[in-house]
């Protein structure tokens, strides 16, 4: 069955919560708070409707995406978390092919920049690499190699600045 990626819609979700739950559950790292983060980004000032994405297959979804917007010093830029698929799905693509798709619609939408935290293994292979390297520097301690970002576009080859997190990424402080 071919796998379709689109934006999410209000009737996915429940299908997306259940999907992030799953999919965060026995993974490493994980605090089991991400299929809350959807939410509450959802709820936030900085979710993009266009840039929130679902892998479906045979009318299921099997993943879904998030980039939401930061601020990096003065800058505007995007954050990528959380991405997740279905354990019974992985190593077939749908992660990458969200993410890909994801910085197509972003680059579109004329974002430069994008971050994320996550595996140092799996995001290069999309052009991430450490956030350090452009100047962007984490208002947390975070490992070096696991703090990342891609350039999509623009002229600027640095992007200085520390980010300012949606607070949607703190629990405690999120409504
Ligand atoms: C990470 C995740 C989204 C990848 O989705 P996927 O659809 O399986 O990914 P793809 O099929 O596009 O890519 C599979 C490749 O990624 C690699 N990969 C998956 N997770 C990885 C990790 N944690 N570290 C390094 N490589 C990883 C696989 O080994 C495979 O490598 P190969 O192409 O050399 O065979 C999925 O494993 C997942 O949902 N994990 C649980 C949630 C999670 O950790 N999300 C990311 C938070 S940073």
Request: proline letters at 8%; a negative charge.
């Amino acid at each position: 069955m071919p796998v379709t990626i689109r934006p999410e819609s209000p009737e996915d979700f429940p299908a997306i919560h259940d999907l992030v739950r799953r999919a965060f559950e026995h993974a490493e790292h994980a605090d089991g708070d991400e299929q809350h983060l959807v939410d509450r980004l959802r709820r936030s000032r900085e979710y993009i409707p266009e840039l929130s994405l679902v892998a479906e297959e045979d009318g299921r979804i099997v993943g879904h995406v998030m980039f939401s917007r930061v601020k990096v010093g003065e800058a505007a830029a995007l954050a990528l978390a959380p991405l997740a698929v279905l354990p019974s799905h992985h190593g077939r693509g749908i992660g990458g092919a969200l993410v890909r798709r994801g910085h197509e619609l972003a680059r579109a939408l004329g974002w430069e920049f994008v971050i994320l935290l996550g595996h140092a293994g799996y995001y290069p292979r999309f052009g991430y690499r450490p956030a350090s390297s452009f100047g962007i520097v984490s208002p947390f301690e975070a490992p070096e190699e696991a703090f990342m970002a891609v350039k999509l576009g623009g002229d600027a080859d640095r992007l200085p600045g520390m980010v300012a997190y949606s607070p949607a990424f703190f629990p405690e402080h999120a409504g």
